[in-house]
């Protein structure tokens, strides 16, 4: 079957740490993944898409992920967490150019300590 | 680009009412989806549109659940009659040829 697994349900980080934020799937085919941000009341909004090429990519507002086909992972990173990340992230899988079809994850809920 | 717009924000209405969510995509997308968030089921793709056709309705939990676009910058979903349990938050969103999907700000709908 497939599907995405977000394990933490809840993180918290101080200001100026790094993040990591695991992600885990189960998909047949090559997958095409997502990192979704939702910041309170509002929808969500894309930080990053793997489709091929370079296992590490980089997204929108410093955040990075890296595709690890033997884990069936792609955790997302940052150096250094900001206040204004704190949010709900959302991982998602799917085939390419069919978003009618991403399968998202229960999301990850960052709060940032000052 | 005003983004996708959801209204109304909010939402509070009594069990047996009829719940209406209107959507306004992104002007030039051609595909349109409807999504509820809860905290026990996280966010699942009810039905989604192409060119103003439902293609795949097969999330939408019920026949209480309706959905319509009747023209490219227009989508409504309905409830009737509202239940308690449909309490949740519903996203629009948008994409040109089913790539990036943009979301609007949802509907948080409450049903007492």
């Known amino acids: 079957a497939q599907s995405v697994t977000q394990p933490d349900i809840h993180i918290t980080v101080s200001e100026g740490a790094s993040l990591e934020l695991r992600c885990n799937y189960s998909?047949?085919?090559?997958?095409?993944l997502f990192w979704y941000v939702q910041s309170p009341g509002q929808g969500l909004q894309l930080l990053l898409k793997?489709?091929?090429?370079?296992?590490l990519v980089q997204g929108i507002k410093g955040f990075e992920a890296e595709f690890k086909r033997s884990q069936s992972s792609f955790n997302l990173r940052k150096p250094s967490v900001h206040w204004s990340d704190a949010a709900e992230y959302f991982c998602?899988?799917?085939?390419?150019?069919?978003?009618?079809?991403?399968?998202f994850g229960t999301g990850t809920l960052l709060a940032v300590q000052p | 680009d005003a983004g996708v717009i959801q209204s109304p924000r909010h939402e509070v209405t009594e069990m047996g009412q009829e719940v209406t969510l209107r959507c306004k995509p992104i002007?030039?997308?051609?595909?349109l989806f409807w999504y509820r968030q809860t905290m026990m089921r996280g966010l699942e793709l009810l039905i989604y549109?192409?060119?103003?056709?439902?293609?795949?309705d097969s999330g939408m939990p019920e026949d209480r659940f309706s959905a319509k676009m009747p023209n490219a910058s227009f989508s409504t979903l309905k409830i009737q009659p509202s239940e308690p349990r449909d309490s949740a938050v519903y996203f629009c969103?948008?994409?040109?040829?089913?790539?990036?999907?943009?979301f609007g700000s949802g509907t948080q709908l409450s049903v007492l």
């Open positions: 998909y047949g085919a090559t997958p095409y």
């Open positions: 549109f192409n060119n103003n056709v439902p293609i795949d």
């Open positions: 998602a899988v799917g085939p390419g150019g069919a978003t009618n079809k991403l399968i």
């Open positions: 969103a948008s994409s040109l040829n089913l790539e990036k999907l943009f």
């Open positions: 002007s030039g997308h051609n595909s």
């Open positions: 793997y489709f091929s090429g370079d296992t």
